[in-house]
């Protein structure tokens, strides 16, 4: 194992586990920092194991919902769930080829950061307390999560933004967005395994247990901080946040 390797391993983790749930986009950040530390790519299965330890993160910190869920104790917000889901998936499905060919580009991915962040900030304007998320409302944030595979986007950030342009508040948007980041990674996670399948690539396991676990450590941190903090933090500061790095993505590709 190389040093080289090894820091590589460790910083895709930890930018995967603290972005992955802040509505910042993890994949404007997975093509920053390779770009400035002139890495070769991570591959797939590394991929693989920070996206896995970032879904059996929100896993843990929600296991008594996924219990209630499972044990038929909410079956109105499993319904919810997968109502919101089924918009991703199928045009997940439809469009997976011509995302990756023509979509994922910096320059893409630094423009649409910028964008959503803009609209995250506005959003928070019509942000307010309902009783409770209907199964109408979460259907519109599944649609709005479809944008979410523009890369660039944040998948937390547009359900966020979705959520609160309905009238929910910060921490009703959070909570729901982090609930439906369930399925959504597990299709990511399974799209990536069948990927490797169709086309097996060689990989270190223990690269890849070193970056399922500290991705796992760093989005159970981001997921708690974010969630107790979430109603004093100002969405302004994520969009300007979000500009300086889609004008620096765009600034490194002049």
Same mark, same amino acid.
């Given at each position: 194992?190389?040093?080289?390797?090894?820091?590589?391993?460790?910083?895709?983790?930890?930018?995967? %586990?603290? +972005?992955?749930?802040?509505?910042?986009?993890?994949?404007?950040?997975?093509?920053?920092?390779?770009?400035?530390?002139?890495?070769?790519?991570?591959?797939?299965?590394?991929?693989?194991?920070?996206?896995?330890?970032?879904?059996?993160?929100?896993?843990?910190?929600?296991?008594?919902?996924?219990?209630?869920?499972?044990? %038929?104790?909410?079956?109105?917000?499993?319904?919810?769930?997968?109502?919101?889901?089924?918009?991703?998936?199928?045009?997940?499905?439809?469009?997976?080829?011509?995302?990756?060919?023509?979509?994922?580009?910096?320059? *893409?991915?630094? *423009?649409?950061? *910028?964008?959503?962040?803009?609209?995250?900030?506005?959003?928070?304007?019509?942000?307010?307390?309902?009783?409770?998320? $209907? +199964?109408?409302?979460?259907?519109?944030?599944?649609?709005?999560?479809?944008?979410?595979?523009?890369?660039?986007?944040?998948?937390?950030?547009?359900?966020? $933004?979705?959520?609160?342009?309905?009238?929910?508040?910060? +921490?009703?948007?959070?909570?729901?967005?982090?609930?439906?980041?369930?399925?959504?990674?597990?299709?990511?996670?399974?799209?990536?395994?069948?990927?490797?399948?169709?086309?097996?690539?060689?990989?270190?396991?223990?690269?890849?247990?070193?970056?399922?676990?500290?991705?796992?450590?760093?989005?159970?941190?981001?997921?708690?901080?974010?969630?107790?903090?979430?109603?004093?933090?100002?969405?302004?500061?994520?969009?300007?946040?979000?500009?300086?790095?889609?004008?620096?993505?765009?600034?490194?590709?002049?």
């Amino acid at each position: 194992m190389q040093t080289e390797e090894l820091i590589q391993w460790l910083v895709l983790a930890l930018v995967q %586990g603290i +972005t992955e749930y802040l509505p910042v986009s993890s994949s404007a950040h997975l093509i920053l920092v390779p770009a400035i530390m002139d890495w070769k790519d991570q591959g797939l299965m590394m991929d693989i194991a920070a996206h896995g330890g970032s879904l059996l993160a929100v896993m843990w910190y929600f296991k008594k919902e996924i219990l209630e869920l499972l044990t %038929g104790q909410k079956n109105k917000l499993f319904i919810q769930l997968v109502i919101a889901t089924i918009p991703l998936a199928l045009i997940g499905v439809l469009t997976a080829g011509f995302i990756e060919n023509n979509l994922r580009s910096p320059a *893409i991915i630094a *423009i649409s950061s *910028i964008i959503f962040g803009v609209v995250l900030f506005l959003s928070e304007k019509l942000a307010k307390s309902k009783n409770e998320i $209907t +199964t109408k409302n979460a259907f519109l944030i599944g649609v709005g999560q479809v944008l979410a595979l523009i890369p660039g986007a944040s998948r937390s950030g547009v359900t966020m $933004t979705t959520a609160m342009l309905q009238g929910y508040s910060k +921490t009703q948007a959070a909570k729901f967005s982090f609930l439906l980041a369930i399925p959504a990674l597990l299709m990511t996670t399974a799209y990536g395994v069948l990927k490797v399948y169709q086309n097996p690539e060689e990989y270190n396991p223990t690269g890849f247990l070193i970056v399922l676990v500290l991705s796992f450590i760093t989005s159970l941190i981001s997921i708690k901080l974010f969630l107790k903090l979430i109603e004093k933090i100002k969405m302004c500061y994520f969009m300007w946040y979000r500009i300086l790095l889609g004008a620096l993505i765009l600034w490194l590709l002049r």
